[in-house]
């Protein structure tokens, strides 16, 4: 017996084909409409949560999908609904949570991080200064 994947109904009725020429059902319960046996799995939260740290790093776009399996239509979707999640104005945060922010990460590793410069010259082999 057929099953909706969403609502578990067993109240389910063909509805048509899809573009590839595979069955479509509809459930009749919630008005959910899908497919038998899908060609991809659907992208699962662990997924998502590696494309997202991948993100962060410095690796090609094209890497990523590689890495992860997914397509590529489907992943600029999902870089598109990311960006749009950013805010475009970095006016909207506050002074004060900046300085939240910025105390979270701890004043001590920002200090640690600022290193005096060195001048060119001594470096140079052989130089005199």
Request: proline share 4%; glycine share 6%; net charge positive.
């Amino acid at each position: 017996m057929i099953t909706c994947p969403r609502c578990q109904s067993g109240r389910i009725v063909k509805n048509g084909f899809t573009h590839n020429h595979v069955q479509n059902y509809k459930c009749k319960s919630c008005s959910r409409q899908f497919v038998l046996d899908r060609k991809h799995p659907p992208i699962t939260q662990a997924t998502l949560d590696l494309i997202d740290k991948l993100l962060l790093e410095r690796i090609s776009l094209r890497g990523i999908v590689r890495v992860t399996g997914v397509s590529h239509r489907w992943f600029f979707d999902y870089l598109k609904k990311k960006y749009a999640e950013v805010p475009q104005k970095f006016e909207e945060f506050s002074k004060q949570e900046v300085e939240e922010r910025t105390e979270k990460k701890g004043a001590s590793s920002l200090n640690a991080t600022k290193s005096k410069p060195t001048s060119r010259r001594s470096k140079t082999a052989g130089g005199s200064g």
